[in-house]
């Protein structure tokens, strides 16, 4: 069995590949050459298995080979004539075609979707105890396709359609699953080549398929993020400014805080805020009256001092300037056509930093080399706050919404997600951008523009 063992091993790129895909230590794979893979793994590398159409054995992984479908089994997802034309015009020579798992990481899905997908997600536990989901979205999987093929930043195009699960409130007429297509570049460089190919292909395939008016909006998460590393803001404020920046409401309520001077109630943060850690510790043990050998309910008196010392680093920090304030207030403010908003980014940012500057310029070459290709883009919004809805987009980001009598309904969008690969899984930076259609809500709009 031994022999058999090595050989899965090998096929599945050897031990350092399958150490990274079991998330172990090289030293773990080595024992299994000798000793063989542990039950509580048979499932998951059963899996990675089944994924590569790896035979599965069931000499090492008994009768759990028997509860996993081979590859070529999957029921094949049946597309209409507009789906069809949609996948057609999207890949093109430059794009493979793959299947993307349906089962992934539920916590990983968690940290880069942020909590606003968390009542969304079909979660459940394999054998092994892992927490799964169905996918909710396709880019996550076909990173994990990725990484599991063994890339390491090497540049590859995909395309993909399939089917993916959200659950939705009852009282919506969203269904619960839906299919989607797209197209990710994953590795290479994060030249605007890509950003410019795939938004071109995205709205090229919408216009081919039939779809007669398209609403466009744009947005670039990097310009935030780069406007508070240059601004003089202390550290504490820049980390947090950041954090909330994916939620409008808790955003404004903290920059709010920031422009007033701090005040605490609790006592304790005022006299610690002159010891140092160790002092610290002993300070609060004393305080909430334990002795050495005793620990508090919940959070430990380390996590409990960490959390003191730092609200009083707040206490010692002062307020954001007015100006400052202002003028993130009016950065986030701008919302027009992408020219029109270039041009008042270059007035509120004037002198600010060089840095904003090259990547203002950046955006604007963007815009040119889109208009190059005869998309208009005079009626359509490029605002600074776009992306605040999912965590993983890090650079430019678009959307193509439709109206539909008093709506307007979101057909399709992507953006730039270059810290995503790092989060799933890999050690390493690869940059990445892609974009997503739904192909229900497509057909949809269609059927409804024909009838007026």
Not at 138 to 158: A, D, V
Request: charged share 30%; hydrophobic share 40%.
């Amino acid at each position: 069995m031994i022999n058999e063992t090595n050989k899965i091993i090998d096929l599945l790129g050897g031990t350092s590949i399958l150490a990274k895909l079991l998330g172990v230590n090289l030293s773990a794979v080595s024992n299994y050459r000798k000793k063989g893979f542990p039950a509580r793994l048979h499932y998951k590398i059963a899996s990675l298995c089944n994924e590569r159409g790896i035979s599965i054995d069931e000499k090492i992984f008994g009768g759990i080979s028997r509860n996993i479908l081979p590859m070529d089994s999957r029921p094949i997802e049946i597309l209409s004539e507009v789906s069809i034309d949609i996948m057609e015009n999207l890949i093109g020579k430059e794009f493979e075609l793959i299947d993307p798992p349906i089962l992934v990481s539920a916590d990983k899905v968690l940290d880069r979707l942020g909590e606003n997908i968390a009542d969304r997600l079909y979660i459940f536990s394999d054998p092994a105890g892992t927490r799964l989901c169905l996918r909710p979205d396709l880019t996550i999987p076909t990173c994990i396709h990725y990484l599991n093929s063994g890339f390491t930043g090497e540049k590859k195009n995909y395309a993909y359609h399939g089917k993916v699960f959200q659950f939705q409130n009852p009282s919506s007429d969203e269904p619960n699953e839906f299919s989607q297509a797209g197209l990710e570049s994953i590795g290479g460089d994060s030249s605007l080549d890509s950003e410019v190919e795939i938004f071109y292909r995205t709205f090229d395939s919408l216009k081919k398929a039939g779809i007669k008016t398209l609403n466009i909006s744009m947005g670039d998460i990097s310009l935030f993020s780069l406007l508070i590393d240059v601004l003089d803001i202390p550290i504490i404020w820049k980390d947090q400014l950041k954090t909330k920046f994916w939620n409008d409401k808790n955003f404004k309520l903290l920059l709010d805080e920031l422009s007033i001077k701090k005040k605490f109630d609790n006592k304790l943060i005022y006299k610690i805020s002159d010891l140092d850690q160790e002092m610290a510790e002993v300070f609060v043990r004393d305080a909430i009256g334990l002795s050495e050998n005793q620990s508090p309910v919940g959070r430990t008196v380390r996590e409990i001092t960490e959390r003191l010392m730092k609200k009083s680093q707040e206490l010692n920090t002062k307020p954001l300037s007015k100006n400052t304030s202002d003028l993130i207030r009016n950065f986030l403010s701008i919302s027009d056509s992408p020219k029109d908003a270039i041009k008042k980014l270059k007035l509120i940012l004037k002198n600010v930093d060089s840095k904003l500057d090259i990547k203002i310029e950046i955006i604007n070459e963007r815009i040119d080399r889109i208009m190059n290709l005869n998309i208009d883009l005079k009626d359509s919004i490029f605002s600074l706050e776009k992306g605040r809805t999912v965590e993983y987009y890090t650079g430019f980001l678009f959307d193509f919404n439709c109206p539909i009598l008093s709506n307007s309904i979101n057909i399709a969008g992507g953006g730039r997600y270059d810290d995503l690969m790092k989060s799933v899984s890999s050690d390493l930076d690869i940059p990445a951008f892609g974009a997503a259609l739904n192909l229900e809500r497509i057909e949809k709009v269609i059927a409804k523009e024909q009838l007026s």
